[in-house]
């Protein structure tokens, strides 16, 4: 079986920190990406998984009404918070404390048995993972993730020059998660010393020293990777967003060039790697494919065709009142097909400012709209150009989230 | 004196590795930042500094004529390539030959008092730590960069158990940059073992080891990180973004609207956190400032007036003929005023089509046009509103440099 222990799994995430390293004024985790702060983003990592029954986040009495807001906003429903301590063992020590301590009783957090312990910074870890990491400690009492060291270690002496440098590869980087049996870990608090307290760092080292618990060490993939710099945000928020912009889905009107649209479109976004998934659907039944794009877990949705905007706005209707929206902003491309024969849809001068206004009442509700006219000829390399141009455009769309960009009529 | 040793400094960039740890096909050395190899950005860092005398780049042999390319291409002119070893202790010591061996007589390069050894995916270095490393070398015969430890050290035993956690405090990560006194790294691996060679990871300790120097060790900035993983690329992307986007030249048109728009935008950009400069100039005499924009380093120029695309296209040709968009992409935004009493924009087909083409003819020339349409009306709040909207539309695009979206018209 996929899980070969019993008994419930409760997460402990620090996030007491105050980013000092960052040179930020707001601690890291707390931090935006999307438009969502990334203690979020990691709390979301563990309540998807099944077999997690509950998560302690563990912060300062000066973020207390801004956990509550998140934990709130986000819809965290396995997640409690509660105050953490001056240093990182007694923010831990007061979140597995929840789960024994008479005071916290109304919460109705039942003892786990395997206690899993994440830093709040480490958004991306998965469900393997954490599943060796638990099954390991159910069978040993403690397990922690560990990665290969990036850099040479050394040792300096009192005047900053080397004494000795470390061999590589008899050493590893303790990383997180870690996970342990609740009693070895509750119980090695219990006991540890105020200097532990104060200036230790290593949970696997207080069970090893007071509950004689030698850990189990797992190698982690590099998606376990902290975010402490600027420039990790940064990072993060890329693969976010090269996550987001994986799949989409196109829902084109029936008539002859929008299929076409939609046909080519889906050959050229797989090109690019993009799971593409097409479906054609009459004048107002469009909003009625929402349910299914949602079940897909896409993102990401492009509607082709020249129906009123009173359809497109039904459909962001129903975005809207789905749950799509509370963790990632959706972007909702429509393109318009410029027939040669017809009107040139330039000089529908009112459709433009319309767009604006919809596509501004949309970014409200985290749907971000955008325009895409196509110029649709006979002359074959001329519409090549303009479909290859069009999947350029989306894929960037789709790609970049860009706020200040919705409501815009591309051409090309 | 901020250079308080003689003779000249040179630099070995190893660059041979295979970034199997990427899973990339491509080397990370050579994967492209905004269509820029990653070792010309390593390679420029030095270049730039004036006391650096030669950069020799170490790359395995079937990279030879990328590297000549790359070399050639962003004129890379103290630069010079050798072919590597297959460790990076070989390569650096093939890199350091060049200076001695009789064979490398035509490069014309003088033996350095003191090398420079740093990676080629370390591209965020400053004069200021090589410069910190350069002299304590000079004063020590050694010195390297080191970093406090982002992770706890520890031991495994043989069944990958815990054995015990280092003292955190007491060890430090070794990082690059380090120097050397040409001659003790060079003998240190002249009588080096064929163990050293292969397993070896560490110059400081072989210069301890053979010529009983011991390294000054130098605390470096976080710039130093290496770009080891798919999320470091991404994160240095967006972090020369960002240092791209950090001031702006305003070029305006000498009439009322425009003068006023470019005093609007600067107050703006200014709230967020840009340096603005803004400059007007008569018709015909926009391309005159551009000497200017260049000395001031500036790779974003905003041109606010609706004189004719010829005009523009004069301000682009003085661009491609300058060095300006040799290292990186220029954005240039164009800025329509459309006023209330006159033709409404929209309606000059021509003109939307003419940037298009412009723009894509700019982009062959490494000039990223965007255009800018602003609805300006007598009604204060609104002409507020658009203008708040052309900050944050101008802001997003010198950051993006978003190659999909170069030729749009973008209405505020
Ligand atoms: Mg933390
Ligand atoms: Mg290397």
Redo the contacts between chains.
């Keep these: 079986s996929a899980r070969s222990f019993r008994g419930p799994v409760a997460v402990v995430l620090p996030a007491g920190g105050c980013g000092e390293r960052m040179g930020l004024s707001t601690p890291k985790q707390f931090c935006k990406l999307l438009d969502r702060p990334l203690i979020s983003y990691t709390i979301h990592a563990f309540e998807r998984i099944k077999w997690i029954e509950a998560v302690i986040v563990v912060v300062a009495e000066q973020h207390v009404e801004l956990m509550k807001s998140i934990i709130q906003k986000y819809n965290h429903e396995k997640t409690q918070w509660c105050v953490g301590g001056l240093t990182r063992h007694r923010s831990i020590f007061n979140g597995l404390s929840v789960f024994v301590d008479d005071k916290f009783m109304e919460c109705h957090l039942t003892k786990p048995k395997v206690v899993i312990i994440h830093d709040a910074v480490r958004p991306f870890v998965n469900e393997d993972i954490l599943l060796k990491i638990a099954t390991a400690a159910n069978d ?1 009492g403690a397990a ?1 993730a ?2 290969p ?8 002496n009192s005047e ?3 004494d ?3 061999e ?1 590869s ?6 997180m998660p870690q996970a342990f049996l609740f009693d070895t870990i509750y119980k090695a608090y219990q006991k540890c010393t105020e200097y532990d307290f104060e200036y230790g ?2 949970c ?2 207080l069970v ?1 020293s007071y509950c004689n618990t ?5 190698e982690g993939p ?1 998606t376990l ?2 975010v ?5 945000l ?6 976010i967003k ?1 996550t987001l912009s994986q799949n989409v889905c196109v829902i084109t009107d029936v008539d002859q060039e929008a299929l076409q649209l939609g046909h080519c479109l889906k050959k050229m976004l797989m090109t690019q790697h993009m799971d593409v998934e097409v479906i054609s659907a009459e004048y107002g039944k469009k909003k009625l494919c929402i349910p299914h794009v949602s079940s897909q877990e896409s993102y990401n949705i492009i509607i082709i065709g020249n129906t009123e905007l009173q359809e497109k706005q039904e459909v962001i209707d129903v975005i809207a009142n789905s749950s799509m929206t509370l963790l990632y902003p959706m972007v909702l491309i429509l393109v318009y097909i410029s027939l040669p024969e017809s009107t ?1 849809f ?2 529908k ?1 009112d459709e ?1 400012s319309a767009i ?1 206004r919809l596509a501004k009442e949309a970014k409200h509700r985290n749907i971000l709209v955008y325009g895409l006219l196509v110029n649709y000829t006979k002359d074959s390399e001329e519409l090549n150009e303009s479909l290859e141009n069009m999947c ?2 989306s ?2 769309l789709m790609k ?1 989230r ?1 706020s ?2 919705t409501g ?4 090309v």
Tied chains: 1, 2.
């Design positions: 040993h922690g560990i990665r060291l990036v850099s040479t270690v050394i040792a300096t900053h020059f080397l000795h440098s470390l590589r008899k050493y590893r980087a303790s990383e760092t290593e696997l080292h090893l030698q850990a189990k060490l797992i590099p990777w902290k402490t710099y600027k420039q990790d940064f990072a993060a928020e890329s693969l090269e040139p330039s000089k001068l433009p604006r350029f455009i894929k960037s970049d860009n200040a960009l815009q009529l591309l051409v």
